[in-house]
């Protein structure tokens, strides 16, 4: 078996593909996907996203402060691909992708309602790193989607077959294969 050697590049695949829902102080939002977001903490629960400063969607989070992460899915993958080759400066990529703006519980940017789980955000620190500045954010709410909750209060998140981002692509998710921990789990 050999290796090839590539340059020093983003090789940490696959990730999250994410619609990252922005406003401004005076209320105009915007929606910009985000492959460069990862959780950060669990006690508090902390997330990150690297956004350049070229995009649009740069100045409302350096504005307000918020954000909110919304999920993917199979059905989003058309949306979340649009909002990451258009900008908000251009077009209006609630009409152009025809999703629902609905008010957050905490923060000024809008939740999109066709996605199963939102992230409701605030920034607590900014870095500036080099192509992108990142944002180290404190998760203030979460929102599911109800449909995917069974009778004992579990929430599917695979029944909304979310997607993932690989080297490029986007990806549905493959099959199940195991638990948490299933490594060391006695054998009945
Ligand atoms: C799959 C995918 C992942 C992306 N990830 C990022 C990212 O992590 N950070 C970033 O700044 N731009 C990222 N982009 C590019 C922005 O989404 C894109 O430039 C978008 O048009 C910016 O929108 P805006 O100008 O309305 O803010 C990504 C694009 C795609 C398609």
Redesign the pocket.
């Known amino acids: 078996m050999a290796k090839i050697s590539f340059k020093p590049g983003n090789m940490l695949y696959p990730l999250p593909?994410v619609m990252v829902s922005?406003a401004d102080q005076t209320g105009r939002t915007?929606?910009?996907?985000?492959?460069?977001?990862g959780t950060i903490c669990t006690n508090p629960p902390m997330v990150s996203?690297?956004?350049?400063p070229?995009?649009?969607?740069?100045h409302?989070i350096m504005e307000t402060g918020e954000f909110v992460i919304n999920l993917t899915t199979e059905e989003l993958a058309y949306a979340?691909?649009y909002?990451?080759?258009?900008?908000?400066?251009?077009?209006d990529?609630w009409k152009e992708t025809k999703l629902t703006p609905v008010k957050s519980d905490l923060v000024k940017a809008p939740c999109i309602a066709e996605s199963p789980v939102n992230i409701e955000c605030r920034v607590v620190r900014t870095e500036q790193l080099g192509?992108?500045d990142l944002f180290v954010a404190e998760v203030a709410a979460v929102h599911v989607d109800d449909r995917y909750m069974d009778e004992k209060g579990c929430f599917h998140l695979e029944s909304a077959r979310p997607i993932v981002?690989n080297h490029?692509e986007?990806y549905a998710i493959g099959k199940r294969l195991g638990k948490f921990g299933f490594s060391v789990q006695k054998k009945p």
């Open positions: 593909v922005v915007n929606m910009i996907t985000v492959a460069w977001a996203i690297s956004v350049r070229s995009r649009y969607s740069h409302m979340a691909d909002c990451g080759v258009r900008s908000g400066k251009e077009v990529k192509s992108h981002y490029g986007y």
